[in-house]
């Protein structure tokens, strides 16, 4: 008997629910729940915004625990290993992707967490609001001792959203980067930039933020709502991050980049938005995206944020209060990401 939270239809409120997992498998690990972070994602998929969702549907894959039971040919862990899980639990395992490591790009089924069906396609998956997930071992991440495990838990799925592109495209050292949209995936990009060593520009329009901007290791503050900002910075960086996930447009950010300048977009807004071919033409701009990162990439990534003291900054909350935290989230009132303490369950 697993105990978790679910909205029981779209936009309802969020309320127990008990529902059952797989028995551990021979490749399995069980894991007792602690912490799970809350990401957009889980709202609009609640809300039922991206007509895909499956009620009752127990969101969460940020998920950290701690191993309480492993199957008999199981070695990559033992009871008592703090253990991960992201936005992905299984994929088809032989496709290019997946031969690839790159798991969340599978072209066959890649399993989401939640709100999504094991590869027999009719099991449903449940996530990290709840106490207990099964997961085969391969699609578990290890948790470095040095993490905490409240502050890391949002690595799984904001963690790498941001830093997978920076590395993919070589974001460092001599690099203007600029970081569009401060919450719970920009503050971690930042995180990134400065730690490979790029010097980072922030854009917001909550000019409120400057202050925390600086203190997550931005070198710069650009206030979007002041329309000198885009001129002023014309043609000034490698490389932008857009994290925003409301409707925007995308032209005047890249007017801010340098010839073969590129811009990654890892939000993910509703509806597409307008974009003139004039300013990739003139100066042979890229605009690319980029989804979470593979299985081999995310644990790369936590050994990072161990060795480099990076974590998430957090607010850990009850589950009786998700519904709140993600009205919360909807105003911005989150300094970065709200974490959910499962222990709160009992
Ligand atoms: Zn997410
Ligand atoms: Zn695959």
Redesign the pocket.
């Known amino acids: 008997m697993t105990r978790g939270y679910a909205a029981m239809a779209p936009g309802s409120s969020m309320e127990p629910f008990i529902f059952s997992r797989r028995e551990v498998g021979p490749h399995d690990v069980l894991i007792q729940i602690r912490y799970c972070g809350i ?1 957009h ?1 889980d709202l609009h998929q609640v809300r039922d915004e991206w007509d895909e969702s499956v009620f009752p549907l127990v969101p969460g ?2 998920i950290v625990g701690t191993v309480t039971q492993v199957g008999s040919e199981v070695n990559a862990f033992h009871v008592g290993d703090s253990a991960g899980v992201g ?1 992905f639990v299984d994929s088809c395992r032989t496709c290019h992707s997946c031969r690839s490591g790159l798991e969340q790009y599978c072209e066959v089924h890649c399993v989401y967490t939640y709100n999504s069906t094991e590869k027999d396609g009719r099991t449903r998956t449940y996530g990290g609001y709840s106490d207990r997930i099964v997961v085969n071992e391969q699609y578990v991440l290890r948790m470095p001792d040095q993490l905490s495990p409240e502050r890391a838990a949002p690595l799984l ?1 904001a963690g790498i959203t941001t830093y997978s592109p920076l590395r993919h495209w070589g974001v460092g050292h001599g690099h203007k980067l600029g970081v569009v949209g401060l919450g719970g995936l920009g503050h971690m990009a930042i995180k990134f930039g400065a730690t490979f060593g790029a010097e980072v520009t922030v854009f917001s329009h909550s000019e409120h933020k400057r202050a925390d901007a600086i203190r997550l290791g931005a070198a710069h503050f650009a206030g979007t709502s002041n329309p000198k900002t885009f001129k002023e910075l014309e043609r000034r960086f490698d490389f932008i991050i857009d994290t925003v996930s409301a409707e925007h447009g995308y032209g005047r950010y890249l007017e801010l980049l340098k010839t073969d300048g590129t811009m990654i977009l890892v939000g993910a807004p509703d509806r597409p938005a307008p974009l003139g071919a004039f300013p990739l033409i003139m100066r042979r701009r890229r605009l690319v995206g980029s989804l979470i990162g593979g299985i081999r990439e995310t644990q790369e990534m936590l050994d990072f944020c161990a060795k480099h003291d990076v974590a998430s900054d957090v607010e850990v909350i009850p589950i009786q209060h998700v519904d709140q935290a993600y009205e919360r989230m909807l105003k911005g009132d989150v300094r970065y990401r709200f974490v959910i303490d499962l222990n709160s369950l009992q």
């Open positions: 990401c994602s894959h940020e936005c799925c």
